[in-house]
């Protein structure tokens, strides 16, 4: 069977060649010789299939005499008569004062020579329905699986350095639901650019500098004045231990922000330590250290349980060193200026229809703020990295504030003009009353019982499941570590299959269903094709050397036609930083597969080629689904 690489390149050589006789490229453009088409095999290049199609529709629209602009083929929004279609004749009608129809017509004929369709038919009044040829799609699916790991997917040729500032919890608090969706969010356009092949580095951006830090400096003092750190005459080292301890801090914290809301002395005397410590008192920073160490070591553990992980974990306190400097230059440059005793910088633009307020860079005190502290951020990345795109995943209700942080980023000459600043907001996670997400008693509920209850609910139903297939033996250890990876993928899929910017219901029951558009539903397909492999392997059956053949059945080929999508997909999501893209899609495929294991019976399939042909197709599926699990950020068991 001859490679799809090698008929791409006998399409493009041949569309080259005739776009050269209609003017429609340039003469000197060259020629792409068999050679060459080796070597791009050999690279294992690969189109997408619908710009295949696309361009065998063009070429055939050209040969008719029609302008190539009308060959645009998408997927067909009527499943049930083609798989394509193409409804360029439409759009030509009028410039060539020709029916539809007859337009239509002319390029079907023509594309009744290709081998690529099995099915190019003209509908009145002018559309063009297109099935693909089963052996095409065949062989364009086992060159998908010939390039192990990328599926197709080609990496960037033009790798960019991309940032991307998700998480920003608070050291003073633990994470609570309400640090979920930036997590699980970032985390996978993270791995979505990685995998594209772009260098993409995650910071946490921690929230280190503010009163929190005085709040609890100023209450371990009235607890505990005998500290060394409150000596003013101390001069030796501190110690290395932290006088407490991450459950001390995380009763620390809300003790002291009560206290400051109900006693006006106690607030001012944590404002006084909260300027002293961004002053560099010493005692106080040494506090501030033992704070970062004891809280980070706690959020990498609560991170990891949604295996989610950060290249870096910056906060605003290492922004702090960069803003003199920043502030000067601004005032240099005649950008910023005092107003109603504050230093702004002017961000409104000629073509805006509300009102953009000016961007407040120090109090009318001196005193920085979140926009300062951010513009520094900004700074030290460009320094440190010189990144061609800054992506914040932050909640949408903060749009107005980056677009001034944006704006006056590019007015100041902090970031380079080229450079791509994205502000990817989201929606609230709601109960299924339509409120935020509290807990029963109304509270807000931290990140890590959301997830123990979670994995608990997941356990029962596996236990549950095992009761019904005494034979299953899985042991209490691997029944819990399954729960964990069944649990974090009903979490996940049902945060990111919505679209990002929404709203949407975080409703545990339907997320942790095996039925539906759930990811245990995706993991039990996943599982379910393990299992079927297992058998056939140790039935000591082996499938090298095969590859998958021309579909028997239509639900093979609507199997294979969903794994052809798999380029396109991944592009998609990267560009338009979109996982629920993902999602989407292998719910596709796993309802895809699941339609073609029930009618087609694989372990008994007597001929031995069409078996080897289902299990290569088997094996195809199963990497596809893994692939994209993990760039959403989870995995699945071998068994459930």
Excluded at 154 to 168: F, H, L, R, S, V
């Amino acid at each position: 069977m001859e490679s799809i690489f090698i008929k791409q390149g006998i399409v493009i050589r041949v569309l080259l060649e005739k776009w050269r006789n209609y003017g429609i490229i340039d003469e000197k453009m060259p020629d792409l010789g068999r050679n060459d088409l080796q070597r791009n095999a050999g690279e294992k290049k690969m189109k997408k299939i619908l710009d295949l199609i696309t361009a065998e529709i063009t070429q055939a629209f050209v040969d008719c005499g029609y302008d190539a602009k009308y060959g645009k083929v998408t997927l067909s929004n009527r499943p049930d008569l083609c798989e394509y279609q193409c409804n360029g004749a439409m759009a030509a009608a009028k410039e060539y004062k020709k029916a539809p129809f007859m337009i239509a017509d002319e390029v079907a004929a023509k594309l009744a020579e290709t081998s690529m369709f099995s099915m190019a038919e003209s509908v009145k009044p002018g559309f063009l329905n297109l099935k693909l040829d089963e052996t095409f799609l065949a062989s364009y699916v086992a060159d998908m699986q010939a390039d192990e790991g990328r599926f197709g997917c080609e990496k960037a040729e033009n790798p960019k350095t991309i940032m991307i500032d998700y998480g920003g919890p608070n050291v003073a608090k633990p994470l609570h639901v309400g640090h979920l969706r930036s997590a699980i969010i970032g985390e996978s356009i993270k791995r979505i650019g990685k995998f594209v092949g772009h260098k993409v580095i995650g910071d946490v951006h921690l929230g280190d500098w503010g009163l929190q830090m005085g709040l609890i400096i100023t209450e371990l003092k009235l607890r505990q004045p005998e500290l060394v750190y409150f000596d003013e005459n101390f001069e030796g080292e501190y110690p290395k231990e932290a006088p407490f301890t991450i459950s001390e801090l995380e009763e620390i914290y809300p003790t002291a922000s009560k206290k400051s809301k109900e006693d006006e002395a106690y607030k001012e005397a944590a404002m006084q330590a909260t300027f002293e410590l961004q002053h560099g008192k010493r005692g106080y920073q040494a506090l501030l250290k033992h704070i970062l160490n004891v809280s980070v070591t706690d959020l990498k553990r609560n991170y990891a349980n949604l295996n989610v992980s950060f290249e870096l974990w910056k906060g605003e306190s290492d922004a702090q060193p960069y803003i003199p400097d920043m502030v000067q230059k601004m005032k240099d440059d005649g950008f910023a200026y005092i107003s109603d005793g504050a230093l702004v910088v002017d961000v409104k633009e000629e073509t805006d229809t509300k009102e953009i307020p000016p961007c407040m860079i120090l109090k009318s005190d001196g005193a920085s703020l979140y926009n300062t502290t951010d513009l520094a951020t900004m700074v030290w990345r460009m320094k440190d990295y010189n990144p061609d795109e800054l992506i914040y995943v932050v909640d949408k209700r903060q749009e107005l504030y980056f677009t001034q942080v944006f704006r006056c980023a590019r007015k100041t000459g902090i970031v380079k003009p080229e450079t791509e600043l994205k502000f990817l907001g989201f929606g609230t996670m709601n109960g299924k009353d339509g409120r935020p997400f509290k807990t029963r008693d109304g509270g807000v509920m931290r990140l890590e019982h959301l997830i123990s209850g979670i994995n608990e609910e997941m356990l029962a139903k596996i236990q549950e499941n095992q009761k019904t297939k005494e034979n299953l033996g899985i042991s209490t250890e691997e029944a819990e570590n399954t729960a964990k990876m069944v649990a974090l993928a009903a979490i996940k899929y049902g945060d990111l299959s919505n679209q990002a910017s929404k709203d949407y219901i975080f409703d545990i029951d339907r997320f942790t269903s095996f039925e539906g558009n759930t990811g245990p539903y995706i993991l039990y397909t996943i599982v379910r094709i393990k299992s079927i492999l297992n058998k056939y392997h140790g039935l000591g059956k082996d499938e090298s050397g095969a590859v998958i053949g021309a579909a028997h059945s239509k639900s093979e080929k609507d199997l294979m036609l969903e794994l052809s999508k798999f380029n396109a997909v991944m592009e998609s999501a990267f560009e338009e930083t979109a996982p629920h893209k993902i999602c989407s899609y292998i719910y596709d495929l796993a309802n895809a597969f699941n339609s073609f294991y029930h009618g087609t019976k694989i372990m008994s399939e007597e001929n031995e080629t069409v078996q080897k042909s289902y299990i290569r197709l088997l094996e195809l599926t199963k990497s596809v689904l893994e692939t994209c699990i993990d760039v959403l950020g989870f995995s699945a068991p071998e068994r459930m």
